[in-house]
């Protein structure tokens, strides 16, 4: 488990109303993490000593679902945040499963998931959850190859268990890193016309992905049979 806040830096917030802590991706509940860094496509850097603190990498993360209430504190049972209990975890995934919702992670990222493309439900042995294709983004940017990646988060039916998976993903088209890179006659060097129209390349991005799903490496099917084939009924 990685609480936010030590005992003693908990206790110093009460006092000192300036010491506020900034989450990471690190900060999470007791988990299991399988990391797979060799299912990440060609090209796209792997720091597996980093993983833990990689909202993308090539990793499932099983976690004890009752702990993500507490995180943000000093991880002391008592001290839940209600947008992480575990009644809330459960209904942003069967809003999602629904159509209403969008897939989201209890996850500390701090940028907004792009893109959300290919949305479907997949059932585990012992549970389920969502999955979808997304990028998260801080700013305007492009769809692109490193950043876009599969998500899938689920639990298990009796909910003492909550999934996070990730993966890498690419296809061909997609942009890389580089500041002059263009995607559908975009590009982030032309960051005004860019952010003008956002909205509708946003649009276009998502039906270009849907179009070339067929392409995306991992495939699909792969990583989808992959999240299946998981045994998931309860913390032990």
């Not at 110093?12 to 990391?35: C, E, G, M, V």
Request: glycine letters at 8%; hydrophobic letters at 35%; aromatic letters at 8%.
């Amino acid at each position: 488990m990685h609480p936010l806040y030590t005992a003693e830096e908990w206790k110093q917030t009460q006092t000192d109303q300036q010491f506020i802590l900034k989450p990471s991706y690190y900060n999470r509940p007791l988990h299991w993490a399988i990391r797979l860094p060799a299912a990440t496509p060609s090209g796209i850097p792997i720091e597996p000593e980093n993983a833990d603190d990689d909202s993308e990498a090539a990793q499932i993360l099983i976690h004890k679902a009752d702990e993500w209430g507490s995180i943000m504190t000093d991880g002391t049972v008592g001290r839940e945040k209600p947008d992480k209990s575990l009644g809330t975890l459960r209904k942003q995934i069967d809003e999602a499963a629904t159509g209403d919702g969008d897939v989201s992670s209890p996850a500390f990222v701090d940028g907004s998931a792009g893109f959300p493309t290919l949305k479907k439900r997949l059932e585990f042995d012992g549970g389920h959850g969502i999955r979808t294709v997304t990028q998260w983004l801080f700013e305007n940017d492009l769809m692109r190859k490193g950043r876009l990646h599969y998500l899938f988060v689920g639990m298990s039916d009796d909910n003492t268990c909550q999934i996070i998976a990730t993966f890498p993903i690419t296809l061909p088209g997609l942009p890389d890193d580089s500041p002059d890179a263009e995607h559908l006659g975009r590009s982030s060097r032309r960051e005004e016309d860019l952010s003008q129209n956002f909205e509708a390349y946003c649009t276009e991005a998502e039906a270009w992905l849907a179009t070339h799903a067929a392409e995306i490496t991992p495939g699909l099917q792969t990583l989808d049979d992959m999240i299946r084939s998981l045994v998931v009924r309860r913390w032990e």
